[in-house]
């Protein structure tokens, strides 16, 4: 089970485009290939890939990776969705913030954190984070991946 925190804040673009993407990963499920896969290093790998990109927004990225984590599932698709986490994290960080990510085991259960310092999720969504997809009055949505 992976776990992310803040839920994190997508525009109504964005949310179009990863939800098509992950629509796309559900339809072929059943033709991925599922293989044991070091959990770690794809995260790691997806922080060196976006480091220019965080530089170049004046953020700091402190990050704690337990070494050696692996699962059975499909490394490319755990990579994106890693992306998209990291990338909304910049996105929606207040300038000069910071974004903190970490990957360990908890009670039995991977779990994967990532906060930044933007505004966060307004009191009145907090209830419904929950939910695929909530609109509010500024065309914002917020999603939970499971």
């Known amino acids: 089970m992976f776990r992310y925190s803040p839920f994190q804040e997508l525009s109504t673009e964005t949310l179009t485009n990863d939800l098509l993407y992950l629509t796309e990963l559900d339809g072929t499920r059943s033709r991925t290939l599922h293989v044991p896969f070091n959990l770690s290093e ?25 070494p050696g984590l692996t699962v059975t599932g499909c490394s490319e698709q755990m990579e994106q969705v890693f992306m998209i986490l990291l990338d909304n994290a910049i996105k929606y960080a207040n300038p000069k ?50």
């Open 42 to 66: 794809a995260v790691e790998s997806v922080i060196l890939t976006m480091e220019a990109v965080i530089f170049e927004k004046d953020l700091a990225l402190d990050y704690d990776i337990e």
């Open 97 to 146: 913030g910071s974004i903190h990510l970490t990957l360990k085991k908890h009670q039995g259960h991977i779990q994967l954190s990532v906060t930044n310092t933007g505004p966060g999720i307004p009191a009145e969504h907090a209830g419904k984070i929950y939910a695929k997809s909530v609109p509010n009055d500024k065309t914002t949505f917020y999603v939970q991946l499971d």
